[in-house]
């Protein structure tokens, strides 16, 4: 599953991403709630796991603004607020399920696969496309004009992260956030340089060109007209 984590915890939040990422799911971080609708926006993510407590507010409100713009996604919601009252609230107000903390990690893995199971029987997505450019989630391969592309586990993450938003300008600090789990600016050029790897690798042997820099906010992929 793609998984949005709204979680604004660094270490909770890191051992949620190795634990997801183990269990072979793509994990998307968001550190406030803005950040986090933003992402839903943009990406259909299979479940979002959104916690309560969030430095610009409470997680019901991102869930309400999610539910009043028709978004289905189906949501676990995470809370010390662990009471019966504040349960009923966060099932009331449009989550899919509730689990208090601490929990168990095999539980929210569980609970997880239930809510999807429930909301959405179809299966997940398995192949992107842009252009002649493929991405198969199952295999991790990608090819393009029929030729395999190598490619190291950041490098497609990161082709991954950005063929979603096709279209889309994508800023360094989304990079930062869904590619890296960073919620800070690192000192070196870490993003610049890894795009430009991976831009050899997809447009070097090939036309069109389908990784564009756009100078001074980021990068957009897609086919220039």
Request: glycine fraction near 8%; charge should be negative; aromatic fraction near 4%.
């Amino acid at each position: 599953m793609r998984i949005l984590l709204i979680e604004d915890d660094g270490a909770a939040a890191q051992m949620l991403v190795q634990g997801l990422g183990e269990a072979g799911h793509g994990v998307d971080v968001a550190a406030t709630g803005r950040a986090g609708l933003e992402l839903a926006e943009a990406v259909a993510f299979d479940a979002i796991v959104l916690d309560r407590m969030l430095p610009d507010g409470d997680g019901l409100t991102v869930l309400t603004d999610l539910r009043a713009r028709g978004d289905t996604v189906p949501v676990l919601m995470l809370s010390a607020l662990g009471e019966v009252d504040q349960r009923v609230e966060g099932l009331q107000g449009g989550a899919d399920d509730y689990l208090a903390k601490p929990f168990a990690f095999r539980e929210l893995l569980a609970r997880l696969d239930a809510v999807a199971r429930r909301r959405d029987p179809t299966p997940p997505e398995a192949v992107l496309r842009l252009a002649d450019l493929e991405i198969n989630l199952i295999t991790r391969t990608v090819t393009r004009q029929g030729h395999e592309i190598a490619l190291q586990p950041r490098e497609f993450r990161l082709l991954e992260f950005l063929v979603r938003r096709a279209g889309q300008v994508v800023t360094r600090s989304m990079l930062l956030e869904g590619v890296w789990q960073y919620r800070f600016a690192p000192e070196t050029k870490v993003i610049d340089v890894q795009v430009s790897r991976l831009r050899q690798k997809i447009d070097r042997d090939f036309q069109p060109p389908l990784i564009h820099t756009i100078r001074g906010i980021g990068y957009r992929a897609g086919v220039l007209a």
